[in-house]
């Protein structure tokens, strides 16, 4: 037990600095490594593996709404950026820029792409002329570079993986129609997938996306209180088709706008995964995006018998999931830290004394509940705590939620539970952004989101006292 108590140890408690606790976590459970270059992180096998399974079920549900995956280039000349100016003034500080190729300076700087909108409308505006042309729903999965000054893995970095979706309509309906169908996308994601609950709303017009008519949001609450807006879903309108001059002939042969959405999520959502699921020991994974859903571990396999019987079950396991033995010649404690650490949901032990009482232990990661289940009606069993694991995260992370979500109707209220245990703090808005900078300025607290769901916490803003508007959750945000 001395070398599981070290590897335990090598984690940094969550409640003793989190930040540490997550550095640790991302490190030791082998999702990522750091490079050379500042801000910029080697995404190794095991965290790769999870984004692919995120992203091809995330795929999935694009392609049966309809999308299909296109590829833009990666560089974006400067005359094109500046086409929509509130675009290019709000991703102006975050812009890496390529002025030589080779040895020759560049008649025009090119802009290594922090997002393609500019792209996609120099492309729709040759390839939109008729009405018959629309809907265009393009999506593209690359990775994208903000000058980042602060980063974090998967939370923030110089470059990260994403996908973004770029569509234009008809119509302004349409438009919208996509814009918040996409939002319940990502929300029902979230939940099903990663079992992560989401608040949805819209952004302020402080926080929305430069050059978007409105954005819209998917937010989440981290273990330690902080929110994460873990995916984003704008309206164009027609500002970005007036500035790129994307029109088309409609039905009456009469010349229009297109109406564009952008949209999308990115490794952040690694981010988001380890900070609602993780605890001392390491990950926690929700089924749905573990690479190894089941481990087994046979105890005493230089004993006769028994590694025949682990690949016996690996090969009926195999069968509907994703299953792995641990057969190296660590000891059995180890081994327990060590998938425990990655988050494996089941692990299954299994030795000479289980074998002769035809039965194996199971061992869940999420609450550490042990289950001695006879073979003939083990994967019955690990079919059905496969899906309760799944079910149970997400309802645990639902309670931590909505324990950590609470009402203010003061300034002073809302400063209190910010420094004391923050977490969403539901309150009243004018809808000014004179206040909203005031809060965030006294409070460290920024807004959230406008939920869908509105309630009347009371009726004056909880800022200047004026008539207040709307109910918005406020927090401090990764």
Same mark, same amino acid.
């Not at 926080?207 to 409105?214: L, S, Y």
């Not at 330690?224 to 500035?243: E, I, P, R, V, Y």
């Not at 016996?312 to 396991?317: F, P, R, S, T």
């Given at each position: ?9 090598? =984690? ?37 593996? +999870? ?13 049966? @709404? ?9 560089? /974006? ?31 025009? $700087?090119?802009?290594? $792409? ?41 939370? $923030? ?9 770029? @569509?234009?309509? #008809? ?10 169908? =996409? ?11 990663? #079992? ?7 952004? @302020? ?8 008519? #409105? ?23 027609? !500002? ?5 001059? =994307? ?48 481990? /087994?571990?046979? +105890? ?42 990655? !988050? ?10 289980? /074998? ?5 232990? +199971? ?33 645990? #992370? $639902? ?46 607290? @920024?807004?959230?989101? =406008? ?10 803003? +909880? ?16």
């Amino acid at each position: 037990m001395a070398k599981k108590d070290k590897f335990v140890e090598a =984690i940094t408690p969550m409640n003793e600095d989190f930040a540490k606790w997550y550095t640790d976590v991302v490190k030791k459970a082998e999702l990522v490594d750091y490079s050379s270059v500042r801000g910029c992180m080697v995404i190794k096998p095991y965290g790769y593996a +999870i984004w692919e399974l995120l992203q091809r079920q995330l795929d999935d549900r694009f392609k049966a @709404t309809g999308h299909q995956n296109v590829y833009m280039p990666m560089f /974006i000349p400067e005359s094109l950026l500046e086409k929509e100016k509130d675009h290019v003034e709000g991703f102006a500080p975050e812009v890496a820029w390529v002025t030589h190729g080779g040895t020759e300076k560049l008649t025009e $700087r090119l802009c290594v $792409r922090p997002t393609s909108e500019t792209l996609f409308c120099e492309h729709y505006a040759n390839e939109i002329q008729s009405y018959r042309d629309l809907p265009k729903l393009y999506n593209q999965w690359c990775s994208v570079v903000r000058w980042e000054k602060t980063t974090r893995p998967f939370l $923030r970095s110089l470059e990260f993986l994403w996908q973004e979706g770029h @569509t234009a309509h #008809a119509t302004a309906d349409e438009a919208m129609e996509e814009t918040i169908n =996409i939002l319940n996308l990502y929300a029902k994601f979230c939940e099903d997938v990663l #079992a992560i609950p989401m608040i949805k709303g819209q952004k @302020t017009d402080k926080e929305k996306f430069a050059g978007a008519q #409105a954005t819209y949001t998917i937010e989440s609450l981290m273990h330690d209180g902080k929110a994460l807006q873990s995916g984003t879903s704008h309206n164009f309108g027609d !500002g970005f088709a007036k500035a790129f001059d =994307i029109t088309y002939t409609d039905k009456e042969n009469k010349l229009s706008y297109v109406h564009q959405t952008s949209w999308g999520v990115s490794t952040r959502l690694l981010g988001g995964i380890i900070m609602v699921h993780g605890d001392d020991n390491g990950l926690v994974l929700p089924p749905a995006i573990a690479p190894i859903q089941v481990i /087994i571990v046979p +105890i005493m396999q230089k004993k006769e018998g028994v590694l025949d019987k682990a690949n016996e079950i690996k090969d009926a396991l195999s069968k509907f999931t994703r299953v792995d033995i641990d057969d190296s010649d660590k000891s059995p404690g180890w081994k327990f830290s060590e998938h425990e650490m990655k !988050g494996v949901p089941l692990r299954v032990e299994l030795g000479p004394k289980d /074998i002769a009482k035809n039965q194996a232990v +199971i061992v869940r990661r999420d609450t550490r509940e042990k289950y001695f289940v006879s073979l003939d009606e083990l994967e019955a069993k690990v079919s059905e705590l496969l899906q309760e694991v799944q079910k149970s995260m997400l309802e645990k #992370a $639902r309670v931590h939620r909505d324990k950590h979500t609470y009402t203010a109707t003061t300034m002073d209220e809302l400063t209190n539970i910010m420094n004391d245990n923050p977490g969403f703090v539901k309150a009243m808005w004018c809808g000014d952004t004179a206040c909203e900078e005031k809060i965030k300025e006294e409070t460290g607290a @920024t807004s959230r989101c =406008i939920p869908f769901e509105q309630e009347e916490i009371s009726d004056v803003c +909880i800022c200047c006292g004026k008539p207040a508007k709307k109910m918005v959750y406020w927090g401090k945000a990764y």
